[in-house]
């Protein structure tokens, strides 16, 4: 099959799976993910049973395919909002603020809890989770080194604490509210200044 040819197949082959999945989000956000079908996302996508089965084989497969998707734009987002950031500290709030607004536009979405845990136990999903954890651990250090952030606990748990406080902006319902909590979780990450012991008096 000559190459050209191949790569027009490949890319069909892929814009068909992407809106089959785009067409499961749509269908979720109106009946949410219990409710969905294999006979639901083929009309919702505009194509026969038979076609969506060479896809996928099963609506659980296309829920864990979308979701992959999901949390993997999340860790692009992220890693462009570092990037178009000057400074260790730009960076670092940079990436805080995207994480929370992430947090709050996920929670937005129509979902089943259960469902959700289970395809939060997908390797893919959690190797994804790992690299935002990676992601935030550099910015931290980057900005350790630049007097920043304290330098008195590990970057690790320093990550541990911002994924933490920030997983409370699902629960806010402004923006005002989540660039607050931002500003919080950043308050706790600044250098801890301790006083200057005061003379004792002369003798």
């Known amino acids: 099959m000559p190459k050209l040819w191949s790569e027009t197949i490949d890319a069909h082959r892929h814009a068909v799976r992407e809106a089959i999945i785009d067409a499961t989000a749509a269908f979720v956000a109106r009946h949410g993910l219990r409710a969905v079908t294999m ?3 083929a009309h919702e996508a505009g194509i026969g049973r038979a076609t969506l089965y060479k896809y996928f084989s099963d609506a659980d497969a296309i829920l864990r395919a979308w979701h992959d998707r999901e949390v993997r734009g999340h860790v692009e987002q992220l890693t462009a909002a570092r990037d178009r950031a000057d400074g260790a500290r730009e960076r670092l709030e940079a990436v805080l603020d995207a994480y929370a607004r992430l947090s709050n536009a996920s929670h937005a979405a129509p979902h089943d809890a259960d469902l959700a845990a289970s395809l939060h136990r997908d390797e893919r999903v959690a190797s994804a989770q790992r690299d935002v954890r990676h992601l935030l ?5 980057a900005a350790v080194a630049t007097e920043d952030v304290r330098d008195d606990v590990p970057p690790d748990e320093l990550a541990g604490y911002c994924l933490h ?4 902006a699902s629960r806010l319902r402004s923006k005002a509210a989540i660039s ?11 250098p801890v200044m301790h006083p200057v012991p005061r003379p004792g008096p002369s003798r």
């Open 39 to 41: 006979s639901d996302v």
């Open 137 to 141: 651990m550099e910015v931290l250090e």
């Open 165 to 168: 406080a920030l997983a409370a």
């Open 180 to 190: 607050r909590l931002v500003e919080v979780t950043i308050a706790g990450l600044r």
